[in-house]
């Protein structure tokens, strides 16, 4: 029925807005009882009022009684060109139904439980952008709220998989995640090296920092760029076994992209959306073993073992629904890993571990997470993982993989640590008393390091000169603050002066 | 500190968004860990740097990467006016925090109760319009879900009344409201007149129709102008007691739009806000005395008598905590109220009635609401209400009242019913056996008159020729549809076609 369509003249917007969206006058609005968010069908002229046809195309609505005239209708440059509306030319305009997603969203609100189906038309208008930010919002809010059931994880991780570009690899294909809170836990950077050099295929994709001062993303590019495609990673990891790129351009699982940039505002992070998050993200690309690292502890973003154990059980039962094995670790969440923190200074870390003489903990952390990934994907025999782990890293060939990581993805194969130089702009932060290094609080060293410029300057950040059970001597340093520029490095120092995250006895 | 501020080149969008929205591009926003929807200060040139400046703006973030080059900012119509920024000069862009209420938001997502002031901040937050559709939408899911607490609701109410306009009258000011979801019912056009006529005070503020054929505000309008100011309120109402005008124009209660125009596409209508939104709006028209109409029963809003008292009594509670008293009157809400059903047809049989010809069961509907509002507040002796109210309608100082009030609202004061006619094209529905009409069904008779092209074509709409408990012959009319072109007409019948309205025993 499009016996309610209207004529209207056409405006073009000169601007990009990424979702199809029109502008009507608020009289016009109002004598065809829309309201902004409504939908409608817009229509160029010459095929209105013909049933089934499919010139049309669904935009939303705004509203305004500015930027358009009554009669006008404002259409931005991406609807336009799309349909080839021309400026001045006459479109029709008809109130269109929502899409059905919306009465699943309605359902969710409303605490009822979701079917299969219904999420993965949820999921399916996410992806193609049929739905509006107040939409968007409404399902993340009541999401967080009401929770997922079992059976509702497990669609919602198989509806992103499957809106998602898919990769598969021939043979064993791995994969690892930490649940993030610990600055300076670049595992990933050593791992991927060493499993990929001894033929286990590994294709890292990593996020970028959002509250940290630095992802395993932001840090790898200090050596390689890391936007790819699904295709790029293909090439990659069928020429070396592995990568490590950033997860962003490749259109895996791409619902979550658009679900974070509506948690992120709102600092939500609800439970089964995380879980189905990670694992659809494994499974988009065609992981058989995932092994998850749970830091927990005081410090941390998980404080005691028995959520820890809880939050590692969930990742292991929905891994198993999707057909991949799932193991956790939990592991000491209650001080930074390594010495340096900040884009540079972790790359600077890695890259020096790998050449034999990297920050002990973690050298020792990396090798016994790879050790079982190998043991737990049936790769070696228990006991043997760890012990072939190190002695890929101690004979070099793991330092000979990343550099052949490095060339695929376009960066200097032959980068040593000393061409990793921190800002220019540095500070000592001196002990007052001597004794020995108690506790380095995690997140007053990000919040120093983010202060100082990281990870938005690569270079900024801060290096510990002594760790937890280090001894330290009255005025000796226990970490350097660098930075780009002298003010924020004053930034950074006027934070640490206030509160000191490390703690001498 | 502003030691993280940045310069980037303006560029001004020619567009009024309503909001202080820029544009930044991909890479700059990386760059400085900005995200969409993150908030920045915008200081114009010469002003950075200067901790306490006041020329800076604050503004949400929208990222592009076709719309801005790197370097640039793009600056909307608004904002750019009110920072007198020029094309191409330089601004200085730095991170900003969210505002104080965002917090609260997610006090509210996490079920907590809310205090009264971080509820007038939330309020504050949304009439100066610094949330975004995220957030609003955000607090009206979780409000929506949790509910809100009795103390909750009251700061709620009086946080909605205080950041909006005031009028006060002199002596007992009555108002009128009712929980809707009854076609044709409006008693608001007799009542006000009734009441003006006895020297009391009635400023009413109507709404227009959402998903019903007709709002109190657009019937009114087929007799005069209903956009006017709270000034102008206030200047009919002590010229003449009262007025009937559209509530959207007055920025009484503000907050309420801006909800609004979140809960709509949601289809949420939370109770704690519907309770507050009401009450605020009366409040802030200086209301001493308010009566609550709720339909109830079958075919309404409200199925049971049970949740009827429920809701009634929530009225009279929250009225009497902002010092109005409350009355509410369970009614009839199982069929329409008066023969007419869309804007023309209503104000048909409102003047009709006033002239003494109206439809009974509107008559009186109206006639003993006037009478419970002159004996609730006071101004009559009880069983006295009903006998004036009638006599004022009899005797036709109603009328003489109406015509008052459309003529100070910019209308013809001398209109008659014969004036208004309903849509050209027309079609009887006959009754295919002899009987008596048992029911009508009012969600169907909406979506009739909806179909037929109310409201936004006012003249179209229905008539219903037999109502409730009356005799039909078969092949008698029992209602007419009145369209305003032949199309809309067909779709109005294939409707009642599909599913008759009306059921004949």
Redesign the interface.
């Known amino acids: 029925?499009n016996?309610?369509a209207e004529k209207f003249r056409a405006e073009i917007?000169?601007?990009?807005v990424?979702k199809s969206i029109i502008l009507l006058h608020e009289n016009d609005a109002?004598?065809?009882?829309i309201?902004?968010?409504?939908r409608v069908l817009v229509h160029k002229k010459g095929c209105a009022y013909k049933k089934g046809c499919k010139c049309g195309e669904v935009a939303l609505v705004d509203i305004?009684d500015?930027?358009v005239s009554e009669g006008e209708v404002g259409l931005f440059n991406d609807l336009a060109a799309e349909m080839k509306v021309y400026p001045r030319s006459e479109v029709y305009i008809s109130p269109w139904g929502?899409p059905e997603s919306?009465n699943y969203?309605?359902k969710l609100?409303d605490?009822d439980e979701l079917t299969k189906s219904e999420i993965e038309t949820i999921i399916t208008d996410m992806v193609e952008d049929r739905l509006?930010?107040?939409?968007?919002?409404?399902y993340?809010?009541?999401s967080?709220?009401?929770g997922f059931t079992k059976s509702e994880t497990v669609a919602l991780t198989w509806a992103m998989v499957n809106t998602g570009e898919k990769l598969d690899f021939d043979g064993i294909t791995v994969d690892k995640h930490c649940v993030g809170g610990v600055p300076g836990n670049r595992t990933t950077m050593l791992i991927v090296p060493i499993l990929a050099s001894l033929g286990i295929k590994i294709p890292k994709t990593s996020s970028?920092?959002?509250t940290s001062p630095a992802g395993t993303a932001d840090t790898m590019e200090v050596l390689a760029p890391v936007h790819y495609s699904a295709k790029d990673v293909k090439r990659f990891v069928d020429k070396a076994n592995g990568c490590l790129v950033w997860g962003g351009a490749l259109n895996l699982a791409p619902a979550d992209d658009r679900i974070i940039?509506?948690e992120?505002?709102?600092?939500?992070d609800a439970e089964g959306q995380v879980l189905a998050s990670i694992i659809s993200k494994k499974k988009s690309v065609g992981s058989d073993y995932v092994l998850i690292d749970i830091p927990y502890g005081h410090g941390s973003k998980i404080s005691n073992e028995e959520r820890a154990h809880d939050l590692g059980k969930k990742f292991v039962w929905l891994g198993g629904e999707v057909g991949m094995k799932v193991k956790y670790l939990l592991t000491d969440g209650t001080k930074p890993i390594g010495r340096g923190i900040g884009p540079v200074l972790e790359a600077r870390d890695a890259l020096m571990a790998l050449s034999g003489d990297g920050p002990q903990d973690l050298v020792e952390k990396s090798i016994m997470m790879a050790g079982e990934l190998l043991e737990f994907s049936k790769e070696r025999r228990k006991g043997e993982g760890v012990r072939d782990a190190k002695k890929c890293l101690e004979e070099g060939s793991a330092l000979e993989k990343m550099r052949q990581i490095i060339k695929l993805q376009g960066g200097n194969p032959n980068i040593t640590p000393y061409d990793l130089k921190p800002g220019k702009f540095s500070k000592q932060i001196k002990a007052e008393i001597g004794g020995k290094v108690a506790s380095i609080d995690n997140s007053l060293i990000s919040k120093i390091a983010?202060a100082a410029g990281a990870?938005?300057d690569p270079t900024a950040g801060l290096y510990i000169d002594k760790h937890v059970g280090e001894k330290v001597g009255a005025g000796e340093p226990l970490f350097t603050v660098y930075a780009q520029?002298a003010?924020?490095l004053?930034?950074a120092i006027e934070i640490s002066r206030k509160q000191s995250p490390f703690r001498v006895i």
């Open positions: 029925m016996h309610s917007i000169d601007i990009d990424g109002r004598r065809m009882s309201h902004m968010g409504d305004s500015t930027m929502k919306v969203i309605r609100i605490g509006s930010d107040i939409e968007m919002a409404a993340v809010t009541a967080a709220i009401h970028r920092a959002i940039k509506i992120y505002p709102l600092s939500i983010r990870p938005k520029n003010g924020k004053e930034d």
